[in-house]
């Protein structure tokens, strides 16, 4: 991949390496960071018990909140560190130690987090003039609330460590243990399970569907330890909501996601009534399939049916694409950065200067190469504020996009630069709105480049993603909500699962399905095996929605990109719903969302007539 004139990355202005002295200081300030933070509990907790009278818990307060930011800017920063330098040599037994020792120096803040609120909940009196004495803290009223909140839904200290370490041998047991067999799982020729679900993107249609019936097959036959592990999981969850005082798994999830149960129903209620929309989709992209002879289906695409559950990936691709197509070329690195560029400064100066800053100062890992990680992510670091991307380009159009969501979420960092680190964390329903809203900036800028086979091309391949993110993300929440429903009654086996899948699958599909469906979706998604991510779904329809619904205001009101970077800067201070309003739309209601999902209904109408010209 020479030619390609593929990057690595400079680590020089964080950490030279672990061995250096800088390196070293920041683990040594970290270790004793904690420790100041628990003297400083422990000597609020003595006043509080045996001089509360003398106690200026205001002045604690002020004191502790500076000495925890600078333990969370060294966490974020030690943690995404250690990854990184792994994450590009992963046999480098040394690396992996290191993200281990971290991780056991983390585990320390967990502890310190239930003492502060139970300091915190002791005083929360003295809150109003902690804000009147120090006007400079007060942004962190929604955090300190928030904080508040959580002891309304925390149980006991010995009984919070005891679920803590009964969850080792529990949920995240049952989790690994899905894990593990997914990942061991092969055919009889040894090929591996994720390396057949790839194929629902070949463009051979007999390999896509016997790969389909394969990994149907493969999943029956461990359904018991699967349904074994989802049914126990579930069960922990409904038993410690139960016990932490939450009336279901969703509004846990909501508070998690700073959003209010009107903007989901908001969210959930526009996408449903675009379900028709999808739908035709699904059938058109199936007619044309069936048209060209690329599905193996007997019945997709035919007298108005819909597409096979192994088609949804399916390539559109009718013939070579010409020597001058925009996404069949392959494209060196230098043409993406200065595509990407472009692109941003198109939107506004600030977000293309920012990319130009990234490219020149060595901020991204391209260079495919034996040892690194495949896929893409940012890391952010809270020294220096910067941040470091990794990416594998192979010159593929696709890898643009890819490149273009990471800086995305990079740009979302930087401007939250002078913020302490505190606020640096923000709910999953804001943490794609950046990436999301910059890969739309590139998409629809190709989009309206391409022409022919090509534009059909662009258009399926965003439709499809979207379609994921959309209608089988309902489909995943339809699912869910009923599992946490039926398994706070009862015992659940795979036959229960089936159901509730193929349920959801048509409530949320509809007829834009054939009947070669995927009952054992369940078993497949990770995000159902673990007892922190309930409901993990909806924050990225969210995001998906989010980031068009500010793309579609900018479009009206161009002036919008001026007020991009504040709205970004206040993600981890508030509320969605307040950070909504300051720009001046409302979640809640679902003309905001259907302002997103009318981008994509357009597409749709132009795929039509794409499939047709």
Not at 55 to 72: I, M, Q, R, S
Not at 107 to 127: C, D, G, P, T
Not at 461 to 490: G, H, K, M, N, T
Not at 494 to 518: I, P, T, V, W
């Amino acid at each position: 991949m020479s030619n390609l004139n593929t990057p690595r990355w400079n680590l020089d202005s964080i950490f030279s390496s672990i061995d250096s002295d800088t390196y070293k200081k920041a683990v040594s300030d970290y270790e004793s960071g904690m420790e100041n933070l628990e003297n400083l509990l422990a000597s609020g907790k003595r006043f509080i018990k045996t001089a509360a009278e003398n106690f200026d818990f205001p002045v604690w307060l002020k004191g502790y909140l500076e000495a925890e930011n600078h333990v969370l800017a060294l966490a974020s920063s030690l943690s995404a560190y250690a990854y990184i330098i792994y994450s590009v040599d992963t046999t480098n037994t040394r690396y992996l130690n290191n993200i281990s020792k971290i991780e056991e120096i983390a585990l320390r803040y967990e502890q310190i987090e239930l003492s502060f609120r139970s300091v915190l909940l002791a005083n929360s009196k003295y809150l109003d003039e902690f804000y009147r004495r120090f006007p400079e803290f007060s942004e962190y009223k929604y955090l300190l609330e928030e904080e508040l909140e959580e002891t309304k839904h925390q149980m006991p200290p010995q009984e919070e460590n005891l679920a803590s370490d009964l969850q080792r041998t529990g949920g995240d047991a049952w989790g690994r243990l899905h894990e593990q067999i997914i990942s061991n799982l092969k055919d009889e020729s040894g090929k591996t399970f994720n390396a057949i679900r790839n194929d629902a993107y070949s463009a051979d249609k007999n390999l896509r569907k016997s790969s389909y019936e394969t990994e149907i097959a493969l999943l029956r036959q461990n359904e018991i330890a699967f349904s074994a592990a989802l049914n126990n999981l579930k069960g922990e969850t409904v038993t410690l909501n139960k016990r932490r005082n939450w009336k279901s798994a969703i509004d846990r999830s909501l508070s998690s996601a700073r959003i209010s149960r009107k903007t989901l129903n908001a969210l959930i209620g526009a996408i449903e009534e675009s379900l028709p929309d999808w739908r035709k989709y699904f059938k058109l992209k199936a007619k044309f399939l069936s048209e060209h002879d690329l599905t193996a289906s007997q019945s997709a695409g035919r007298e108005g049916k819909g597409i096979a559950f192994y088609d949804l990936f399916a390539p559109v691709e009718c013939g070579a694409s010409g020597k001058d197509s925009l996404l069949s070329k392959t494209w060196t690195f230098d043409e993406a950065k200065d595509y990407i560029i472009a692109r941003y400064d198109s939107f506004s100066k600030e977000m293309g200067d920012f990319a130009r800053n990234a490219f020149e100062r060595g901020w991204i890992d391209a260079e495919v190469r034996a040892g690194k990680v495949g896929g893409a992510y940012d890391e952010d670091f809270a020294i220096n504020h910067e941040s470091r991307i990794l990416s594998n380009f192979t010159g593929s159009f696709s890898d643009i996009i890819t490149l273009a969501h990471e800086l995305g979420h990079a740009y979302h960092f930087s401007c939250m630069k002078g913020k302490p680190a505190a606020f640096f964390s923000y709910p999953m329903t804001l943490a794609e709105t950046a990436s999301t809203f910059a890969e739309t900036i590139v998409k629809q800028d190709m989009i309206s480049k391409c022409t022919g086979s090509d534009k059909m091309q662009i258009l399926d391949l965003d439709l499809q993603d979207v379609s994921q993110v959309l209608v089988d993300i309902l489909c995943r929440f339809y699912f869910e909500r009923s599992v946490f429903e039926a398994r706070a009654e009862s015992e659940l086996n795979s036959q229960d699962f089936c159901r509730l899948m193929r349920d959801a699958q048509e409530k949320s599909y509809g007829d834009g399905l054939n009947e070669e469906r995927h009952e054992y979706m369940w078993a497949v998604k990770s995000h159902y095996y673990s007892t922190d991510l309930d409901f993990y779904n909806f924050p990225y329809a969210f995001g998906q929605l989010f980031a068009a619904g500010l793309y579609s205001f900018y479009k009206k009101d161009p002036s919008f990109a001026s007020r991009y970077s504040e709205l970004l800067s206040k993600t981890g201070s508030m509320s969605c719903e307040d950070l909504c309003m300051l720009c001046g739309f409302d979640i809640t209601e679902k003309s905001f969302w259907k302002s997103g999902i009318d981008l994509y209904l357009k597409e749709i109408n132009d795929f039509s007539e794409a499939i047709s010209g």
